[in-house]
């Protein structure tokens, strides 16, 4: 394989390789994913380390985000300033967490932060409320999303609390056969 | 930094490597770059001190490093000015010349000879300064340093955060793992990385996420082909090679009665001749015929219940319920999906989940009228054996027809008439399970008891279709063999007219030469019932694939072009697309494999067909699902672990193969066809072959192993071990229960809430 890339230098390749689970071919692809969602502002040549950052409303208009009913949340969750503007490091970030690659550990926290619509840390009510409305674009009725949500906390809450803390969400989702597969973003 | 790069640029320079050797060579002449020849003189100090296990592969590693350092010297030594020690030649230093043409020095890499040498300097210091001990615990940080660099990518830490972490490893390992002397990790690491992505390979078939739910896509996807497929094609291949090996050696070809010319061919069971040993490789071909066909469905037996035990490891805990609701919520949304159709019917189809969970929620509150209930359920399954026994009485009937219409001569009646038998029965296998279905409304049960009692149901239709027709084949089996008592009689007399033609008194005439083609043939009861098997699973093909053009294309093209111009929404309403139905399919594979392993004794070549009209099948259904089907609306899979198919396929398999093994033990070979013709049982081969073949000794043991008064004690001794086993089992599975409810107290006591945020914590 030549070696004719001139936007990333070898270090910084080296470097995106062992922090995420991409390869040399992923990580470049990725590049011209982000490159190709605003041409005019990112950058061809990293190998300065610019800094460029793209806004929610972009990124959630990847095809793989768009039909995702979590998808701002997605993007929030790994953007350092939590509103969703991400640099091409969380970029690649967030996708190496949701490839099929990630160890279940490592998606069930990010799973935990997506979820987590008040960033307060657990999973409160009104959390798991926003989720099901998502889900079912509101087709359920306000008794049965109170029903549905009020079993679910009833279900996996541990220290009776009346909501979910990480330890008792992480629990539960090893527990779920589906997780791996779902929790999956393939690009 | 400025050594990494050189070292890095150089690895740039023109050469096509991949990426793990190329970062190798990066990174061993960054290590070279901070060693000389004196850390190489280094080692061999440090190598008496260590004294861990080690200590012999560190020896070995250096080694290695330095005879392919000697190497390349040696042939950098031409172009070499100065002299050298012979231990002091180095690495990077005489690479970087080599790459040089002629072998010039310019400043720059005088400077960085300087510089290097500085650097080596220091590190000999440090080297030097430091105790075995301390030795010791810098070897421990580096490794674990290199582990988290291993790690990292698992690691939920940001990725500004890791990037630094990671920089600070790296110096860290290279400032000090060039005193240690090693380097190699890097490499086998990368090298695992690379092998584990490329046999990592992609999930099977892109198939049907649109329309499939995904709780039922493993068991569409990796039960339904993949399974059935291999089973078929272990079973073709060895049944084909048996085949091919007598090939070649067939040496009477018996007059041809062109009765279809395929009735002779080695699809069927007549086509073997009874030669004891074939060619000069001494082939035992009716031994190999018989052992090939018990064989098969010992290996049958074999997988099936190895897969089940495999499933019910794995699942082992995954069957309960217990996180019903939060898994719907958390885990229901496939983030895959980047089709707005999809999209929609996945939106759909949680909905429809969450509401049916809420219904089952409410409905374990409240009681219902148990005696309706009950008196419901009596009648739904009183109805359900009459549908039965009216199916079997159909068949029945219509077999006798149809050996009336073959006595009469076949010419006379129409296709209907001939085929009568066949398009019955896969008609009632077609319509008799929407009746059931239609049946189980009255009963009233949670879905997933529903749909296992639906597919029981049909279960014991396809059961009691298939053995009322094994029936009917034995009269005509029995038939068969009258008729040929009758040929036997006429042979001998024949013979004895011939005979007593040409011979007269006191002569001592040359035996008779009959001609092997003018012999009358007998009928070969064998290849019949073949015959039979092979045109059931055709006209059983055929009815599927009509009943997917019809029933699935066709319907979805009307409902696409008629919605225009009806009055009423053909695609929400009534006809609407055809729901692609999991469990349907998976037993109509069930089934076509139960009929496979009935046949393939006297039908060899019949799982060859099989493997065929899989092929064909399963891109002719990938075509339907992706053009003409819908999701299911019902998410309930009818077993948490396969295990319920799996199940359904075992007894299938222990039913299937009774006709078989009935027919070898009790009736007689035809005498006239097939490879264990003029025995008076087929397993009077295996008799043959112990007396022929082995020693005597062999014989004497074997029949002692299978006196009767061995052979009990020992049944008895395994249902003995069978119902211990049991009862560990369950005495396991209690032990289970309890522990799961002890780890959930535990956890209760254990963590007050404020030290779960902390924990928390620690992750960000």
Not at chain 2, 12 to 37: F, L, M, N, Y
Not at chain 2, 502 to 516: G, K, L, Q, W
Not at chain 2, 606 to 616: G, K
């Amino acid at each position: 394989m030549g070696n004719k890339q001139t936007i990333f230098t070898d270090e910084q390749l080296d470097a995106y390789q062992d922090c995420t689970f991409f390869t040399r071919k992923e990580i470049l692809r990725l590049h011209a994913r982000y490159h190709e969602l605003a041409p005019h502002l990112v950058p061809m040549d990293y190998t300065n380390d610019p800094d460029c950052k793209l806004p929610l409303a972009l990124i959630v208009n990847m095809p793989e985000l768009k039909e995702n009913p979590f998808c701002s949340r997605i993007v929030e969750s790994f953007s350092e300033d939590g509103m969703g503007n991400l640099s091409f490091n969380e970029f690649v970030d967030m996708f190496s967490v949701l490839s099929e690659m990630a160890p279940r550990e490592l998606k069930a926290i990010y799973a935990f932060k997506i979820y987590d619509y008040n960033v307060d840390n657990f999973l409160c009510k009104e959390d798991l409320e926003k989720t099901l409305n998502k889900l079912t674009k509101e087709e359920l009725t306000p008794e049965e999303v109170q029903l549905v949500c009020e079993k679910a906390i009833e279900e996996a809450d541990l220290d009776g609390d009346h909501k979910l803390s990480f330890a008792d969400f992480e629990n539960m989702i090893t527990r779920a056969p589906d997780f791996l597969s779902t929790f999956h973003i393939r690009i | 930094g400025n050594e990494r790069r050189k070292g890095a640029s150089r690895a740039e320079e023109g050469e096509s490597q991949t990426r793990p050797e190329r970062i190798d060579r990066g990174r061993r002449k960054r290590t070279r770059s901070h060693q000389d020849t004196k850390g190489s003189e280094g080692d061999e100090e440090v190598q008496p001190k260590i004294q861990s296990g080690r200590a012999a592969k560190t020896r070995k590693h250096t080694k290695n490093e330095k005879t392919r350092k000697k190497e390349e010297e040696e042939k950098a030594e031409k172009g070499e000015g100065k002299e050298r020690h012979g231990k002091r030649k180095k690495t990077s230093a005489s690479k970087k010349e080599r790459e040089e043409v002629g072998g010039k020095h310019t400043m720059k890499e005088k400077a960085q000879e300087v510089k290097r040498k500085n650097i080596i300097q220091q590190m000999n210091c440090i080297h030097n300064s430091l105790s075995s001990e301390e030795l010791e615990k810098l070897k421990e940080a580096v490794d674990e340093r290199k582990k988290l660099i291993q790690a990292l990518r698992g690691k939920p830490w940001p990725i500004k955060k890791k990037c630094v972490i990671l920089r600070e490893s790296q110096e860290f390992v290279e400032k000090y793992e060039g005193a240690l002397g090693k380097g190699k990790g890097r490499k086998l690491y990368a090298y695992k990385v690379l092998m584990s992505k490329a046999l990592m390979g992609r999930p099977y078939g892109t198939i049907p996420r649109k329309t499939v739910p995904r709780a039922e896509a493993t068991s569409a996807m990796d039960f339904a082909v993949l399974w059935d497929f291999g089973v078929s094609c272990i079973i073709t291949l060895t049944l084909t090679t048996s085949c091919f090996l007598q090939w070649p050696f067939h040496a009477t070809f018996r007059k041809m009665c062109f009765q279809g010319y395929a009735q002779y061919s080695v699809l069927f069971y007549g086509y073997y001749n009874n030669q004891r040993a074939v060619g000069w490789l001494k082939f035992r071909m009716p031994l190999s015929y018989f052992l090939v066909g018990v064989g098969t469905v010992a290996y049958s037996y074999m997988v099936v219940i190895r897969t089940m035990a495999r499933n019910a490891n794995e699942s082992g805990v995954g069957d309960d319920n217990s996180f019903n609701f939060n898994w719907r919520m958390f885990t229901s949304w496939d983030y895959l999906i980047g089709n707005p159709e999809t999209a929609d019917n996945k939106f759909a189809s949680i909905t429809t989940s969450f509401k049916e969970a809420i219904l089952e929620e409410q409905e374990s509150q409240k009681d219902d009228n148990i005696h309706l209930t009950r008196f419901l359920r009596v009648l739904a399954n009183f109805l359900v054996l009459c549908c039965l026994a009216g199916s079997g009485y159909l068949i029945y009937f219509v077999v006798r027809r149809s050996q009336k219409f073959a006595l009469d001569g076949l010419e006379n009646h129409t296709w209907w008439e001939r085929n009568e038998v066949n398009m019955v029965m896969s008609l009632l296998g077609m319509f008799c399970p929407m009746l059931f279905d239609v049946i189980s409304a009255l009963e009233n049960y949670h879905p997933r008891v529903a749909l296992q009692w639906q597919l029981g149901r049909i279960f014991a239709l396809f059961l009691g279709n298939l053995y009322t027709f094994i029936i009917a084949l034995m009269d005509e089996i029995n038939l068969k063999r009258e008729e040929e008592n009758i040929i036997k009689f006429n042979i001998t007399v024949w013979e004895a007219s011939l005979f007593n033609g040409t011979v007269s008194v006191n002569s001592t005439a040359p035996p008779v030469t009959i001609e092997p083609a003018d012999v009358p043939r007998g009928p070969c009861w064998e290849t019949m019932v073949g015959q039979e098997f092979v045109r059931l699973i055709i006209s059983d093909t055929m009815t599927t694939y009509i009943t997917l053009l019809i029933g699935d294309f066709l319907r979805a093209v009307l409902v696409r072009f008629l919605n225009y111009c009806w009055c009423w929404d053909l695609e929400a309403g009534f006809p609407s697309y055809s729901e692609f139905d999991v469990s349907g399919n998976v037993l109509g594979l069930i089934f076509n494999q139960g009929m496979i392993w009935m046949g393939a004794f006297y039908a060899p070549c019949l799982p060859a067909l099989n493997v065929l009209r899989l092929h064909v099948s399963m891109y002719l259904q990938c075509w339907a699902v992706m053009c003409c089907n819908v999701p299911q609306e019902r998410v309930f899979k009818a077993s948490g672990s396969n295990n319920f198919y799996m199940a359904m396929l075992l007894v299938i398999l222990f039913l299937s193969t009774l006709p078989a093994i009935y027919t070898i033990v009790t009736i007689p070979p035809s005498f006239d066809c097939g490879p264990f013709s003029g025995k008076q049982r087929m397993f009077d081969v295996i008799q043959e072959t112990l007396e022929s073949d082995f020693p005597a000794w062999f014989g004497k043991v074997f029949s002692y192993a299978s006196n009767p008064g061995l052979v009990l004690p020992f049944m008895l001794l395994m249902v003995l071990a069978i119902y211990y086993l049991q009862s560990t089992s369950k005495s396991y599975k209690e032990a289970n229960m309890e522990l799961k409810k002890k780890l959930q107290t535990v956890v209760q006591n254990m963590f007050p809430p404020l030290v779960q945020q902390s924990c928390f914590n620690v992750y960000f």
